[in-house]
């Protein structure tokens, strides 16, 4: 067998998007430049790799075999460039996926702390939806990644290699409003009132649903703005322009104008905060990394909220997508 350091990518990538098409636009090549490389690779391995489904492509048994490889020969050999460019011995690489909201209410002060308790780790981010981040993990493209899952928190998201997760905190939701609007002055507001409420909403499909419309809202919302950027959301929210979802967590970073209700007529929406990796001894850096997110003094900086926040540590139970 006789893999270039090139199709192995094009696999991680793969594995990863979950498309030729995606990977072609992440690799910045063309969509049949890529089918070509995966043809390669399948004549090489004399076996099938990709299974071509409807709704993408997947990685089969064999590819799956192979991906596990694949993650270590190119892990080893970014080693060795960063080892010849004399930056191995100064820094140690951890590359972390978040949730979209996480970037805001986590990163600042995971960043802050590290930076004084692990000056030598260099932690690079990028932001991806709970599945998509999956998808990194297991394509090796990412080391950590802080995912979110809602009720009932499915038991496994039926792939493999099977990630090893810790639960960090649970989180209610809250609507944020205008503090000039209708609900001025309030603490709360009932579901019926939302129903007629104009909804600043994130692009959304079943498969990867982001915060928006209220969960379970009656009849069909009337959404009118989309954007799946957070401070558009919250500056068209202050000005006046419509409500939206946000994570309680998000209460000491609101803009101006902006004010949280909790919503009554429904149960409480809660979303768990969930640490993923793959399973394995990991290396120290992701080790150090995982704990200064689950750390409880991470959670205290982000006090004055008055939705309980419940904080579990240990393995979790749950490896659900949203």
């Known amino acids: 067998m006789d893999f270039s350091s090139t199709a192995l990518r ?15 636009a992440q690799l910045g090549y063309t969509q049949s430049a890529i089918s070509r490389q995966a043809a390669a690779l399948e004549r090489s391995a004399g076996t099938v790799l990709f299974e071509r489904r409807p709704d993408g492509v ?4 064999a590819g799956l075999t192979l991906l596990r490889h694949a993650r270590t020969i190119l892990d080893s050999v970014a080693a060795a460039e960063h080892e010849l460019a004399g930056s ?8 972390l996926g978040m949730f979209p909201s996480a970037g805001a209410t986590i990163l600042p002060e995971l960043l802050a702390r590290l930076a004084t308790d692990c000056p030598h780790i ?3 981010t990028r932001e991806g939806t709970t599945p998509a981040l999956m998808r990194g993990l297991r394509a090796g493209s990412i080391d950590i990644a802080v995912l979110t899952s809602r009720p009932p928190h499915r038991p496994s998201d039926g792939e493999s290699p099977r990630l090893h997760i810790e639960t960090v905190e649970d989180i209610e939701l809250r609507v944020a409003a205008p503090a000039a609007g209708p609900f001025r002055g309030r603490a709360s507001v009932h579901l019926d009132e939302l129903v007629d409420a104009p909804w600043i909403a994130t692009p959304s499909s079943d498969a990867e649903p982001l915060l928006g419309v209220w969960p379970g809202l009656p009849g069909r919302p009337r959404v009118v703005h989309a954007t799946s950027d957070w401070l558009t959301k919250l500056r068209l929210v202050a000005a006046g322009f419509g409500v939206t979802t946000v994570p309680s967590r998000m209460s000491g970073i609101l803009p101006d104008g902006v ?3 909790r919503v009554d007529g429904a149960p409480s929406e809660v979303r768990r905060v969930l640490v993923a990796r793959l399973p394995g001894r990991p290396a120290p850096a992701v080790t150090a990394v995982t704990r200064a997110i689950v750390s409880p003094d991470l959670a205290v900086q982000h006090g004055g ?4 926040r419940t904080r579990t540590r240990g393995p979790a139970t749950v490896d659900p997508p949203e």
């Open 122 to 124: 260099t932690v690079t």
């Open 305 to 308: 909220d008055d939705a309980p």
């Open 10 to 24: 094009v696999l991680r990538q793969v594995a990863e998007s979950g498309s030729f098409t995606a990977a072609a």
């Open 88 to 95: 191995a011995a100064r820094t140690e690489l951890v590359r």
């Open 58 to 61: 997947r990685l089969t048994p």
């Open 259 to 261: 004010s949280l209700l």
